[in-house]
């Protein structure tokens, strides 16, 4: 049977955990599509070499599970500050990196490599016959990108969006493997305090649930908005 006084115990403490969870999905989607789009600007231009790398890093990012992003992040982030500052000598060690920094870095350079293709996508599937009305306005380049094509190719990808928004969400769950007390870590602390596994985890996953609810239906909303903007 199911212990629910220790359900009511560890609610608060879980709930206690919601805003890093959060922290570390919003922050990284919202750097992430920034970096996204100026990346897929590259490659939509087709710079030279600089396309090349932005390929190379979409590679990495998007074939490596986002657990070995992390780790290589928070391991390797000590041997590079040594190498590159200190001539090798070990200066700096795992204890001195901020292990959410590591993961919100990781994350946010993830996050470009999905979010940069999903805006590529977007921004090429809107008509040349938008690019030729602002152009016949006296709209420059940039003011035709800015305002007729982001908005649009915005809108065209918040579905998207929003399905690895909430698979962010849910892939957050592996910083507690470097220490980072998110939901996941407080649920997994307190089955090891009462030895009950099934209960934390379960609320745990209730509160994953409900959180991708709400999400879910923001991005509705927004979609929803920008619908109307674009509707005859």
Do not use: W
Request: net charge positive.
């Amino acid at each position: 049977m199911l212990d629910f006084d220790f359900i009511t115990s560890s609610l608060k403490y879980v709930i206690s955990a919601i805003p890093m969870t959060l922290l570390l999905t919003f922050v990284p989607l919202a750097l992430g599509l920034f970096i996204g789009i100026f990346l897929c600007l590259i490659r939509i231009k087709k710079v030279k070499v600089a396309s090349f790398l932005v390929s190379v890093f979409y590679s990495f990012f998007r074939s490596c599970p986002l657990i070995v992003i992390i780790y290589l992040f928070y391991y390797g982030m000590p041997k590079i500050i040594n190498m590159v500052f200190y001539a090798g000598v070990k200066k700096v060690s795992v204890a001195d990196i901020n292990n959410v920094t590591a993961s919100r870095v990781a994350m946010t350079l993830y996050s470009a490599a999905f979010l940069g293709e999903i805006m590529r996508g977007a921004i090429l599937s809107v008509g040349k016959d938008q690019y030729e009305g602002a152009y016949s306005l006296g709209l420059s380049k940039a003011m035709t990108f800015r305002y007729i094509v982001l908005p649009q190719a915005f809108r065209i990808a918040l579905p998207n969006i929003c399905s690895f928004c909430l698979g962010l969400l849910k892939g957050s769950s592996v910083v507690f493997g470097i220490g980072v007390v998110d939901m996941m870590a407080a649920a997994k602390i307190r089955a090891e305090t009462g030895y009950r596994y099934i209960e934390a985890y379960l609320l745990a996953g209730m509160i994953y649930l409900i959180l991708v609810f709400v999400i879910d239906g923001v991005f509705k909303q927004v979609s929803k908005h920008f619908a109307r903007g674009y509707s005859s």
